[in-house]
């Protein structure tokens, strides 16, 4: 649970990493605004780098007191070793990533969150020492 919890985005954002940390596989993974690996340390083979762009709130009433929705792109990358092709592991990771996020509703506290588009695999590219491929999940709140 972040620091945040107490606030919309901050439940938002524990929700979406709950339903990621539940990919199956026990990958590391690397939430925004992290070092990785720690020292001199050495990368895992394969794990999963997040980013998370939250959009511009709305409110669905005139009034103050109506529901508001939050939507944003909750992004998530496997990462692996160079070598491995597009078509090969990380793609196929990625693909099942896309999978474990479609047509969810996620609750943490009173903030529900969905899933509302079919999440997209992106085209893989290098990244410094490793293959990157994407994953993006559109996202809103229901309750906030």
Known sequence: SSDLAATPEGR???ALMRRLASFPGGRRLVP???VYPVGSGAK??????V??????????????EGEKIRRGIFGMSVMTRLGV???GRASDVAGA???HFDCQRLTEGTTTVR???LPQVGAGYVDGDRWRVPVTAE????RV
């Open 12 to 14: 938002i954002f524990d």
């Open 32 to 34: 925004p605004n992290t």
């Open 44 to 49: 895992d083979d394969e794990y999963i780098v």
């Open 51 to 64: 980013s998370h762009a939250p959009n511009v709130p709305l409110r669905t009433e005139i009034s103050d």
């Open 85 to 87: 092709g597009e078509s």
């Open 97 to 99: 990533l896309a999978a």
């Open 115 to 117: 899933i509302v588009n």
């Open 139 to 142: 996202y809103e709140t229901i």
